[in-house]
């Protein structure tokens, strides 16, 4: 993806659109880019746009939205941190196309998404995203949503990296500290930046650092679509620094807080 860095930085929610339809060129732009989707899990997601009218889809935090992205992925381990990482690169991929997005988890009538998207048993849609082109003006609604979550800060790297153990302050060299930031400035659900990075012995190893309330059964632990989506951020961060990344699931069996979940490691080449 052309500047990645630039992408991420630039990329805020959008909830406030035009009311204007996706062009028929940037449909088919979209398409075309989720055919090539891939993440580290080999989870395949699978790519659909639908009609908002056509199909009485509406989300209340949204206005003027007359499309949306979802995408499907089969139940299993990891199908949510592998949702994350893959509809990432679609939501980044339409920032570079100056279409807003939103990642959708909770507001919105589910069974009215699933069913339009014909999702089948052994299923599950996590997220969903309208695709449109953002307002000149936010909404009262949407500007009181971002201050309530605090959507235009994000927690000190300080509280989210650290150097061999747990809460040990970790002091990056240049390169890493790039990376770091755009893993720093990826969104998540209420803004809650589950994700926590322990660097030992040359690998990263990425945790999540739970809060109640995310987990459902049939739709999979919003927490861990977080990870996801810090997790591509990272690596797309090196790879677009010329490096690779192996993402492996590898617990090194470091002490972590009772709330916090080893989930997979990095390591860079
Ligand atoms: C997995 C996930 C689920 C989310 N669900 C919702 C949602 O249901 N409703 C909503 O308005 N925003 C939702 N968001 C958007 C976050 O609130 C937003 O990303 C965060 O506040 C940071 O703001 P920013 O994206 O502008 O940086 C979700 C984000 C993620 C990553």
Redesign the pocket.
């Known amino acids: 993806m052309e500047n990645l860095t630039e992408t991420i930085k630039g990329r ?2 959008v ?1 406030t659109f035009d009311g204007n339809p996706l062009s028929e060129q940037h449909k088919s732009a979209i398409l075309r880019f989720a055919t090539e989707i891939s993440n580290p899990f080999d989870i395949p997601v699978e790519f659909e746009i639908l009609d908002a009218e056509s199909n009485n889809l509406s989300s209340p ?1 949204l206005s003027g939205e007359r499309n949306y992205a979802v995408g499907k992925v089969q139940k299993k381990p990891y199908a949510d941190v592998a949702f994350g990482y893959s509809f990432e690169q679609l939501v980044l991929y339409a920032a570079t196309l100056g279409i807003g997005t ?6 919105m009538k589910r069974e009215l998404f699933e069913s339009a998207a014909g999702l089948k048993d052994g299923e599950m849609m996590p ?1 969903i995203s309208p695709l449109g082109y953002p307002a000149t003006k936010r909404s009262i609604k949407e500007s009181m ?1 971002r201050k309530g ?1 605090g ?1 235009d800060s994000r927690l000190s790297g300080e509280k989210l990296f650290f150097d061999g153990a747990w809460g040990q302050n970790l002091l990056p060299d240049a390169e890493l500290k790039e990376v770091l930031e755009l893993v720093r400035w990826a ?5 809650k930046q589950p994700w926590r990075i322990i660097l030992k012995d040359g690998i990263f190893h990425f945790y999540e650092k739970k809060d109640k309330g995310f987990v459902n059964e049939n739709v999979g632990d ?1 927490q861990k ?2 990870l996801g ?1 810090a997790l591509c951020h990272f690596v797309l961060g090196y790879e677009e620094k010329g490096r690779q990344a192996k993402v492996s699931i590898c617990d090194p069996g470091l002490e972590i807080p009772s709330d916090a979940q080893y989930l997979a490691s990095v390591e860079i080449f």
């Not at 939103?102 to 507001?107: A, D, L, S």
């Not at 969104?187 to 803004?191: E, L, T």
């Open positions: 805020k929610s909830r935090v939103v990642w959708i988890g909770g507001t997220c949503m979550v959507a969104p998540s659900a209420v803004n919003m679509v977080d989506i």
